[in-house]
């Protein structure tokens, strides 16, 4: 099974910390020269100095706020002037939690331009390298509401299943051009967005943080949580020559919550 990544660049975003800094190492691990996107500079200097480097391996970063679309089209499009990306990891942290019908307008326009209007400008600004290389992965962390909305969380399951309804889209237009586009979904994982989200229950409902979190562990068959890493393999996988044909398609990475196939 070929699973080099060796002289191909990855652009992965939102990766100076969870899932999104996993996948880099996990790419790094695999020989990718990776690029990493984010808005902090200092906490994107220390995440490029812990991925690994054969000592060809050229890894470098790009300050961007995903708040800020057209800023972000900017910065990305004088990048693509120069380089040229193989893989992009379209990764954005989720909105706050909340029952739909109480959601504000903004919190929706707001999440909708930083999720998939920020995924689309990165597309755009980098689909013309992987057609040039005849090579080009792209996989967008989403999340398990894409097959089954998750309660309290109303805004993120309605732009989540947005995100991937355009993803599709995206597979059926570039396959041809030897572009898979792909989506990887986390359950429950022990990132500093589910420790919030644990806080944030624990707060409203008066209850035990650590049993709220072991509530979320037993809904899985495996009876835990997920690791980032293990969310990252799954990344990984699909962005390498091995996952050639596999295009357009949702891979659960919950232990076996989701209920439907």
């Given at each position: 099974m070929n699973l080099s990544l060796e002289n191909k660049t990855a652009v992965v975003c939102g990766s100076t910390q969870g899932i999104g800094l996993a996948s880099a190492k996990e790419l790094a691990l695999l020989g990718a020269n990776c690029v990493l996107v984010a808005r902090s500079e200092d906490k994107l200097k220390l995440a490029v100095a812990e991925l690994s480097n054969n000592g060809t391996q050229n890894h470098g970063y790009m300050v961007a706020d995903f708040s800020k679309p057209e800023e972000l089209?900017?910065?990305?499009?004088?990048?693509?002037?120069?380089?040229?990306?193989?893989?992009?990891?379209?990764?954005?942290?989720?909105?706050?939690?909340?029952?739909?019908?109480?959601?504000?307008?903004?919190?929706?326009?707001?999440?909708f331009q930083q999720h998939l209007i920020c995924n689309h400008i990165m597309v755009q600004a980098l689909m013309e390298g992987m057609k040039a290389a005849g090579y080009g992965r792209i996989v967008n962390i989403i999340s398990t509401s894409v097959k089954?909305?998750?309660?309290g969380l109303g805004v993120s399951n309605t732009i989540r299943g947005a995100v991937a309804n355009w993803s599709k889209t995206l597979a059926n237009e570039l396959g041809q051009f030897n572009i898979t586009v792909n989506?990887?979904?986390?359950?429950a994982t022990n990132t500093i967005r589910l420790s919030s989200i644990i806080e944030n229950k624990a707060e409203k409902t008066g209850g035990n943080v650590e049993d709220i979190?072991?509530?979320?562990?037993?809904?899985?068959?495996?009876?835990?949580?997920?690791?980032?890493?293990?969310?990252?393999?799954?990344?990984?996988?699909?962005?390498?020559?091995?996952?050639?044909?596999?295009?357009?398609?949702?891979v659960p990475v919950d232990g076996g919550r989701t209920k439907s196939l």
């Amino acid at each position: 099974m070929n699973l080099s990544l060796e002289n191909k660049t990855a652009v992965v975003c939102g990766s100076t910390q969870g899932i999104g800094l996993a996948s880099a190492k996990e790419l790094a691990l695999l020989g990718a020269n990776c690029v990493l996107v984010a808005r902090s500079e200092d906490k994107l200097k220390l995440a490029v100095a812990e991925l690994s480097n054969n000592g060809t391996q050229n890894h470098g970063y790009m300050v961007a706020d995903f708040s800020k679309p057209e800023e972000l089209k900017s910065i990305i499009e004088e990048w693509a002037k120069e380089n040229q990306a193989n893989i992009l990891v379209n990764n954005t942290g989720g909105p706050k939690g909340g029952p739909i019908h109480a959601a504000e307008i903004s919190e929706f326009t707001n999440t909708f331009q930083q999720h998939l209007i920020c995924n689309h400008i990165m597309v755009q600004a980098l689909m013309e390298g992987m057609k040039a290389a005849g090579y080009g992965r792209i996989v967008n962390i989403i999340s398990t509401s894409v097959k089954q909305p998750l309660d309290g969380l109303g805004v993120s399951n309605t732009i989540r299943g947005a995100v991937a309804n355009w993803s599709k889209t995206l597979a059926n237009e570039l396959g041809q051009f030897n572009i898979t586009v792909n989506n990887v979904l986390p359950g429950a994982t022990n990132t500093i967005r589910l420790s919030s989200i644990i806080e944030n229950k624990a707060e409203k409902t008066g209850g035990n943080v650590e049993d709220i979190k072991e509530g979320m562990a037993n809904q899985s068959p495996m009876k835990r949580i997920a690791e980032p890493e293990e969310v990252a393999n799954a990344v990984a996988f699909l962005c390498s020559p091995a996952a050639s044909y596999i295009n357009g398609i949702n891979v659960p990475v919950d232990g076996g919550r989701t209920k439907s196939l």
